[in-house]
């Protein structure tokens, strides 16, 4: 994934996911939308993790993402988080975490739309 970012002109800062998700930390260039971004790094991925055996013939990552702005001031403490995102949600399920973000910051949702089987 940081070879996908730094091929779209991103510096990669932080990188790390667990069974059902993956964050990313990284200074976006200019010149590409989060949509875009996000559908590059879904796609490349996608393909070479097919090619890692017939046990992974079938994935797919789920159609929607996350992104959010992260101050500079906050870069180390938000690196920590996604370096340990085994421990952390042994406390913590993804979904109650994000549940909690959005809450946290005034974002409306429609829980519908959150989830994917």
């Known amino acids: ?43 490349h991925s996608s393909r070479w993790i097919k090619t890692k055996g017939d046990y992974y013939k079938n994935f797919a990552w789920q159609g ?14 938000t690196r920590k988080y ?8 042994k406390k913590l399920t993804f979904q109650e975490e994000y549940l909690l973000f959005l809450k946290e910051y005034g974002i409306e949702y429609d829980e519908t739309y959150l989830w994917t089987d």
């Open 64 to 77: 929607g993402y996350g992104g959010f702005s992260v101050s500079p001031s906050l870069h180390d403490k």
């Open 82 to 89: 996604i370096e340990n995102q085994e421990e952390h949600h």
């Open 1 to 43: 994934m940081g070879s996908i970012l730094r091929d779209l002109n991103c510096i990669p800062i932080a990188i790390n996911g667990v069974s059902d998700h993956f964050h990313i930390l990284c200074v976006m260039s200019k010149n590409i939308a989060l949509s875009k971004l996000a559908e590059e790094v879904k796609r």
